[in-house]
């Protein structure tokens, strides 16, 4: 026990010190490498400084002097998952009067947005990037984050569990997911590494939503796109929660003890109230979530904090499929599996198409089911033409159905031979074959059609008879010159000539439209920029007919000013604040007034999506509505 427990700490020492080693040799070779060259530079700002593991944050890149530079390249780290979040240009000209002469300032720059999230406790290096630009290739210097381990709530659960804690390779698992509420919460982000785990293939579960229950059914981003996921009221260690949950399907690709690594949900919590108004969280807005069974205070403003729950690390004990045994057809299917099959028409004639329906049930899921290959069926091909390839099947609830059309050889064929699919039962350990039932068939034999069917006529005794030329039908044949009717065709004067035009015409418009296409999408933030105004009108219009008042109302229209001014500065709507937005205003000279009126807009619309109706304000829901709408277009005219 000692010598193996010195063995493990050697080992450990020893990987420490190689990673010290090469992060000091990474640093070094940073310290050597330019953030400015020829009035660029680069620089990085990030969100925030300490982060729990499995939380998301904003990390930027901006670039000054260059609008127009190459998309950052990121060291690789195995302590953050990266998402690029877009990028924008950053330009801005200001006039300045000295001495009475007129002093123009003009600054370029682009800005690139991402998005991190920490996969592991501890002081972490941020990945460097490098920017090629019009002067030369720019570094980002190095900086740091603390990532602190989330700890366990006794009002947040996030668990995990297997359908069956032992499998075989191959063998689809469910792994569901469940989240326990206590409380209310605004905003949620699920970290779910498994979904990134080279040990299982993971597909989405699907769910059988039950129409008597649509309401708790909803769409969630789970990380890997969206996902449904159904709300209820479960028990865990003998108190009641709200719960959120739902379903992945892991498949293992190889043997072992297999641990999944710790997923976490990053969420604002309730954390208190505070006198102002009424505090409105993120179920209200899913069909009343709680049912009114969570307590909001009427006249009081909710107070969130930032949260993460952990998850616990399921395990799976994954063996290999036994050689033994194994048919020579088994397609890698494992799990407990039946067949069933149908053919149409069953009377037909040699060299006819028959559709031969074949339907598969099984686990949960079956997308990865796939008949063995019938054209190498040889009790199959033994009496029937079986083309080599085969449509893919369809799922529909728990059956997968294949379709293939076959053709009878021969007329003594009487059945269609039963259709096999190996498989692997897990619950005996042994590889067995489900069997379609014989389907019975009456081939008959093929009519040969000759050209005298063709014709139409029957068929006559020519013995003895002497050959004469018909006189009618269509065998007979037409010499006489009077057949012949003469048409006069009219003039085609300048019409060919018209004609010979309009390929090329064709092609001149084709050029100039590509050319007008091509210039359009050249700047994407310039399309924004000209659509903004009218997008803004279009999201107001939609706020009208949402119900006054409310939180969503007041965050609708937060969100129509925060997605116009992105568009106008040629910014990224996520993680602009107001202190940017008014200093970039003020560069484009909107009077300070306006600036004003737009702060005091930006507040009462923040402080009414959390206080909804509550709003102390002297100004209805529609009057802030209507002072939008003129603000804007004040503010338009300034970038005219």
Not at 70 to 94: I, K, N, T, W, Y
Not at 418 to 446: C, M, N, W
Not at 588 to 612: F, N
Request: overall charge neutral.
């Amino acid at each position: 026990m000692v010598v193996t427990g010195m063995k493990l700490y050697l080992g450990h020492f020893r990987d420490v010190m190689a990673r010290m080693l090469l992060a000091l040799v990474f640093c070094l070779s940073l310290w050597f490498c330019p953030t400015s060259v020829q009035g660029q530079d680069v620089a990085v700002t990030l969100e925030k400084d300490q982060v729990f593991v499995g939380e998301s944050f904003g990390m930027r890149i901006k670039v000054t002097g260059d609008d127009s530079p190459s998309e950052p390249v990121l060291s690789e780290s195995q302590d953050f998952s990266v998402e690029f979040d877009g990028g924008s240009r950053d330009s801005r000209s200001s006039v300045v009067i000295i001495n009475g002469r007129m002093v123009k300032n003009e600054e370029s720059g682009y800005v690139f947005s991402y998005r991190l999230i920490a996969k592991r406790a501890g002081k972490l290096l941020i990945p460097t990037a490098s920017v090629r630009t019009s002067g030369g290739v720019l570094y980002t210097k190095m900086h740091f984050i603390t990532a602190v381990k989330p700890g366990e709530s006794q009002d947040f659960k996030l668990r995990m569990e297997f359908s069956s804690a032992e499998a075989y390779v191959g063998q689809p698992l469910t792994l569901t997911i469940t989240w326990y509420l206590a409380k209310d919460v605004q905003g949620f982000q699920f970290h779910l590494p498994f979904l990134n785990d080279e040990r299982f293939r993971v597909v989405d579960f699907e769910e059988r939503i039950n129409p008597a229950h649509r309401e708790e059914y909803l769409q969630i981003d789970v990380g890997g796109g969206d996902t449904v996921a159904r709300k209820m009221r479960l028990e865990y260690k003998g108190r009641e929660f709200t719960a959120l949950r739902f379903r992945k399907v892991l498949i293992p690709k190889e043997a072992g003890t297999l641990r999944l690594g710790q997923s976490t949900v990053a969420f604002n919590a309730l954390a208190g109230y505070r006198r102002g108004g009424l505090g409105g969280g993120l179920f209200d807005s899913f069909d009343d979530f709680f049912q009114g069974n969570m307590p909001f205070g009427m006249g009081r403003q909710a107070i969130y904090k930032k949260m993460v729950a952990p998850s616990n690390e399921p395990v799976v004990t994954v063996k290999e499929l036994p050689s033994e045994g194994r048919p020579a057809n088994f397609s890698g299917l494992v799990g407990e599996y039946r067949v069933a099959a149908e053919a149409l028409p069953t009377e037909a004639r040699v060299g006819d198409p028959i559709t031969l329906t074949v339907q598969v049930a099984g686990p949960d899921y079956l997308e990865q089911v796939e008949l063995p290959n019938l054209a190498e069926d040889k009790n199959l091909t033994r009496d029937f033409k079986v083309p080599a390839e085969i449509a893919p099947g369809k799922v529909n609830g728990a059956v997968k159905t294949f379709t293939q059309t076959i053709r009878a050889k021969r007329a003594d064929v009487k059945e269609v031979p039963a259709i096999e699919l190996p498989y692997f039962d897990v619950r005996s350990g042994r590889y067995k074959t489900a069997r379609t039932q014989p389907i019975p068939l009456k081939i008959q034999a093929t009519r040969v059609v000759t050209a005298l069917d063709a014709e139409g006529r029957e068929v006559q005794d020519i013995s003895g008879s002497e050959i004469e030329t018909w006189t009618q039908g269509i065998a007979h044949n037409y010499e006489d010159e009077s057949v012949l009717k003469k048409e006069d065709l009219p003039p085609l004067i300048g019409f060919w000539p018209t004609l010979l035009l309009i390929p090329p015409g064709a092609y001149i418009l084709l050029l100039v439209g590509t050319a007008l296409v091509r210039r359009r999408l050249a700047d994407p933030a310039a399309l924004k920029f000209r659509a903004a105004l009218r997008e803004f009108n279009a999201a107001v219009s939609e706020i009208k007919s949402a119900r006054p008042g409310s939180a969503d109302y007041y965050a609708a229209l937060l969100r129509a000013l925060r997605e116009y001014l992105a568009a106008k500065l040629r910014k990224a709507p996520a993680g602009l604040a107001l202190n940017e937005v008014l200093a970039d205003l003020q560069q484009h000279l909107v009077p300070v007034e306006l600036r004003d009126r737009l702060q005091r807009l930006y507040e009462l619309c923040e402080a009414g999506s959390y206080g909804g109706s509550e709003l102390q304000s002297a100004q209805t829901p529609q009057d802030l509505v209507s002072e939008a709408l003129i603000l804007v277009k004040q503010i338009e005219r300034g970038f005219r």
